[in-house]
T-cell receptor, first 109, second 114 residues
């Protein structure tokens, strides 16, 4: 079966660094996505990884290891506005997106 | 104005009623999708369409139907709503030619079935 696991909730402090993990088992792999979703709003695209390694984009970085079925999203210099849910999604062999349930990140001052 | 617009944004209805959620986009994308989101669950795909003449069932299509009236319009219907269809519904689009397949979401339609 297909499965994506990510922690339900995490708490971090403003200005700090947080790593949100995502592990997956899917039928095929054609890329991994991270989306950010503020409460009551639409998800917005953060990053896309299809090859192993680290992709950096400003304060956010995303890492992928296909052999381990593992990814993480790294958020640096946390700001209060980073309080949101972070969704991991895998594009499977049929080019369909399989979504994790999301990690709710709470930032404390 | 939003590139992907959903109407209505909120709707409360009764069991057995027919409901239509509408989606329109100005991004010029060929691909459109309908998802539902429930607390504690990932987004689940209901239907998707890769062009006006193409309609495909997603993971949870039972109890739903769709219509792709034009490249820019994709509507979702619940023929006879039931309480477990209470959820947040998102329309999304993507560009066939994009390397990443990034999805662009509408602002969501919150449906409550009593």
């Amino acid at each position: 079966g297909q499965n994506i696991d990510q922690p339900t909730e995490m708490t971090a402090t403003e200005g700090a660094i947080v790593q949100i993990n995502c592990t997956y088992q899917t039928s095929g792999f054609n890329g991994l996505f991270w989306y950010q979703q503020h409460a009551g709003e639409a998800p917005t695209f953060l990053s896309y990884n299809v090859l192993d390694g680290l992709e950096e984009k400003g304060r956010f970085s995303s890492f992928l290891s296909r052999s381990k079925g593992y990814s993480y999203l790294l958020l640096k210099e946390l700001q209060m506005k980073d309080s949101a849910s972070y969704l991991c999604a895998i594009m499977d062999s049929n080019y369909q997106l399989i979504w994790g349930a999301g990690t709710k990140l709470i930032i404390k001052p | 104005d939003a590139d992907v617009t959903q109407t209505p944004r909120n709707r409360i209805t009764k069991t057995g009623k027919r409901i239509m959620l509408e989606c329109s986009q100005t991004k010029g994308h060929d691909r459109m999708y309908w998802y539902r989101q429930d607390p504690g669950l990932g987004l689940r795909l209901i239907y998707y369409s890769f062009d006006v003449k193409d309609i495909n069932k997603g993971e949870i299509s039972d109890g739903y139907s769709v219509s792709r009236q034009a490249q820019a319009k994709f509507s979702l219907s619940l023929e006879s709503a039931i309480p477990n269809q209470t959820a947040l519904y998102f329309c999304a689009t993507s560009d066939q030619g994009a390397d990443t397949g990034e999805l662009f979401f509408g602002e969501g339609s919150r449906l409550t079935v009593l």
